[in-house]
Nanobody, 123 residues
């Protein structure tokens, strides 16, 4: 059974940093795409950053230049380094993975999704 487990969330002040990790297990092969999503209270879930098998990473405009996505295929892990955090980055952050070639930011198309880790940024 495929599992994605996020960790690394927490509470920080604006300007601080956090590093999220996503540990994946239970599937064979390398996912074609992996991504981080977030959902703030009262708002829709949105794509934060995604990466394809080719290691090409892409970012939402709101986080570009502040967040860095990386993955370790040997460990089946995905990471999100978040710097210069802002209060508007607050939300539940989810990891997602899929073996198919689809748009990285399409949450509904992912076969595998984690339970989330909370990030809270105070001003």
């Amino acid at each position: 059974q495929v599992q994605l487990v996020e960790s690394g969330g927490g509470s920080v002040q604006a300007g601080g940093s956090l590093r999220l990790s996503c540990a994946a297990s239970g599937y064979t092969g390398v996912p074609y795409r992996m991504a981080w999503f977030r959902q703030a209270p009262g708002k829709e879930r949105e794509g934060v950053a995604g990466i394809y098998r080719t290691f090409t990473a892409t970012y939402a405009e709101a986080v570009r230049g502040r967040f860095t996505l990386s993955k370790d295929n040997a460990k089946n892990a995905l990471y999100l380094q978040m710097d210069s955090l802002k209060p508007e980055d607050t939300g539940m952050y989810y990891c997602a993975a899929d073996l198919r070639d689809r748009l990285w930011s399409d949450w509904d198309s992912y076969n595998y999704r984690g339970q989330g880790t909370q990030v809270t940024v105070s001003s």
